[in-house]
């Protein structure tokens, strides 16, 4: 007998991740259910699927319940970029906690298996160098971060008590600064505001003096992982991320050489409360899935920045 055909709910499926994980799935001729607000998710992202067969899309909030039958729920609805996030930071709390919640209710009631799109925000600003799975971070509960940051670890105390109190099949995944094609121009994340700004012919704002790192990785791998995760027996949490780290001023120099050599940085205050540092240990990831990242960021930025000239439809020099 031919193996059934998963049915996926993917909460956040018209954002940034949530598209190419659609498109990963689409693409495996499995059925995906794609759920979201579109708060920072676009409907052009996924519109190559609508009328397809196996697709379907849903406008809802996950801060209300919802009835479905599904076998996998991959839970990435809510906003992950800093501007996004601190909109409205009691949504971003909301969203956090009773969409986790609702995701995990309708997982325990379906019986399916649920990937929460965690985030190594739950580090806070580490002591610790790198960071690896153990580390029980550093967090400030009351700053502008700690919507998301806050909102990010109580959802993962939620999987973790289904789990000891419904047996409910979780996957707990840590993602690290990810970038690629879909990004939101105006989204106020580094790579996508430095890609634009440079192809704009505009300085690049560097946050404080640019001394703090950030490790990237390039969505493909991120996907990669988030896949085999989800296809494995361990609950985690799991890092997912590329450890190749750099300073935020070496990112602006190497996009400043890719696009345009002749711009100027222009030193903006730093953010309440942005990390100083940050870099994933991922032995477990590679370790129990098999994963590594594979695209560096000298590629992973090529393949992106011709992607935003398109989108912005900037020519070429
Ligand atoms: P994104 O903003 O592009 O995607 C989030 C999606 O969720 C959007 O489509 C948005 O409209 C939708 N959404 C937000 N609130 C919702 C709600 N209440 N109900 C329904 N839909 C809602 O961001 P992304 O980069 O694709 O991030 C996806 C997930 O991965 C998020 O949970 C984020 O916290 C996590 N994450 C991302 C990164 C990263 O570097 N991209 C890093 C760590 C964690
Ligand atoms: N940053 C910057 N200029 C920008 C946007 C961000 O220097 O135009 C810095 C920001 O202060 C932070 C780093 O780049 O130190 C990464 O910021 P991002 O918002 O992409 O991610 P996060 O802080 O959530 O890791």
Not at 160 to 173: K, L, N, P
Not at 218 to 239: A, Q, T, W
Request: glycine fraction near 8%; charged fraction near 25%.
């Amino acid at each position: 007998m031919a193996p059934l055909v998963k049915r996926n709910l993917i909460t956040g499926g018209a954002g940034f991740l949530g598209s190419h994980l659609v498109d990963r799935l689409m693409k495996a001729d499995e059925e995906v259910i794609c759920l979201d607000n579109y708060f920072t998710g676009r409907k052009e992202n996924i519109s190559h699927w609508i009328g397809h067969p196996r697709f379907e899309l849903i406008r809802h909030d996950v801060t209300e319940p919802i009835k479905l039958e599904v076998d996998r729920i991959w839970h990435l609805a809510c906003p992950a970029s800093p501007v996004h996030y601190q909109f409205n930071p009691i949504k971003t709390a909301k969203t956090s906690f009773l969409g986790t919640y609702n995701m995990l209710g309708l997982a325990r009631r379906v019986g399916a298996r649920i990937l929460l799109a965690s985030t190594s925000e739950v580090y806070g600003d580490p002591e610790i160098h790198p960071q690896s799975e153990d580390y029980r971070g550093c967090v400030n509960t009351i700053g502008p971060r700690s919507c998301y940051d806050e909102g990010k670890r109580i959802s993962e105390t939620l999987c973790f008590d289904y789990q000891r109190m419904h047996a409910t099949e979780i996957r707990v995944m840590r993602i690290f600064n990810t970038y690629g094609p879909r990004m939101l121009p105006d989204d106020g994340r580094v790579v996508s505001n430095f890609i634009v700004q440079a192809l704009r012919g505009l300085p690049l704002t560097l946050y404080g003096d640019g001394s703090q790192t950030r490790s990237f990785c390039y969505v493909d791998d991120l996907i990669e992982g988030m896949i085999s995760f989800m296809n494995s027996d361990c609950c985690g949490p799991f890092n997912i991320g590329n450890p190749e780290e750099f300073t935020i001023r070496e990112l602006a120099e190497l996009i400043l050489l890719k696009i345009n050599p002749r711009l100027s940085l222009i030193e903006q205050p730093l953010p309440a409360d942005d990390p100083m540092q940050r870099r994933p240990v991922i032995d477990l990831a590679r370790r129990e899935l098999g994963w590594n990242p594979r695209v560096s960021l000298n590629q992973g930025l090529d393949d992106t920045i011709e992607w935003f000239r398109r989108a912005l439809d900037i020519k070429n020099p």
